[in-house]
């Protein structure tokens, strides 16, 4: 049996229909549940409109400085030596930064006690925005981690 890996093609993600925006999409398609693509929409875009709204900045810019903030450069990874376990800081691609601070920005408006999911949205967005919020600090953790691991790095796979 061969064991060769199977390629893998990535569905083709086309652009929202409201700002025309891919990372906008590819955002409403990380924070839907049970397929329901429609109620995930309408969430994105009342936070956004909220942005629009309450601070006269637009939404899409805000949006894409906020995933470039909280965004990691290096993430953590185990590999075992010698009978002991390592902790190697390896750069990321772009595309897993990408993931990384999209979930960092999910988590933390998950973890916020608000009514309302589009609000507690808005304000983590805001709040990455201004630079003090839960998400960078979460980026902030990994780096700090890979700084302490800097001299495994030689074990890198």
């Given amino acids: 049996m061969s064991r060769k890996p199977k390629k893998v093609f990535n569905k083709k993600i086309f652009n929202d229909l409201k700002y025309n925006n891919y ?15 429609t109620i995930s929409e309408k969430i994105v875009y009342k936070s956004f409109s909220l942005i629009k709204i309450n601070f006269n900045l637009c939404p899409v810019k805000v949006f894409l400085k906020c995933l ?8 953590i990874k185990k590999k075992k030596v010698g009978g002991a376990l390592y902790f190697i800081p390896v750069k ?27 609000i507690a949205l808005f304000k983590e967005i805001i709040e990455t925005y ?24 030689h074990f890198a796979f």
């Fill in 23 to 37: 990372y906008i999409s590819k955002f409403i398609n990380f924070i839907m549940k049970s397929g329901k693509k």
């Fill in 68 to 75: 470039k903030l909280a965004a990691p450069q290096v993430e």
């Fill in 92 to 118: 990321i691609s772009k595309k897993r930064s990408l993931y990384y601070s999209m979930s960092f920005i999910k988590k933390n408006s998950l973890i916020r006690k608000e009514k309302k999911f589009y």
């Fill in 130 to 153: 201004n630079e003090n919020s839960n998400s960078i600090k979460m980026r902030d953790e990994i780096h700090k981690k890979a700084e302490l691991n800097r001299a495994f790095a």
